[in-house]
């Protein structure tokens, strides 16, 4: 789990939709039917989002900078 699951929070709109997103990773969020498929995408997106950060040459959030790591392909 790239970001843990106490540092998610969680919300449920109008709509019914679960929004998930977190303090540690700002700018990034994702959408379930459920808590747990919100926190599910969530970490999916984050994961996308860090490499983006890494691929347009953005710092990675501190909390971030020890614990991912990219394979090289």
Known sequence: ML????K???RQDEDGVWIAKS?????CHAYG???AEAVL???EAARAHLEAL????KP???YFRDKFVLKAV
């Open 33 to 35: 039917k459920a808590e």
């Open 41 to 43: 995408e969530f970490q």
């Open 60 to 62: 990675i959030p501190e």
């Open 3 to 6: 970001v843990p699951k106490d």
């Open 54 to 57: 890494l691929d347009f040459g």
């Open 8 to 10: 998610i929070s969680l």
């Open 23 to 27: 303090d540690l990773l700002p700018g």
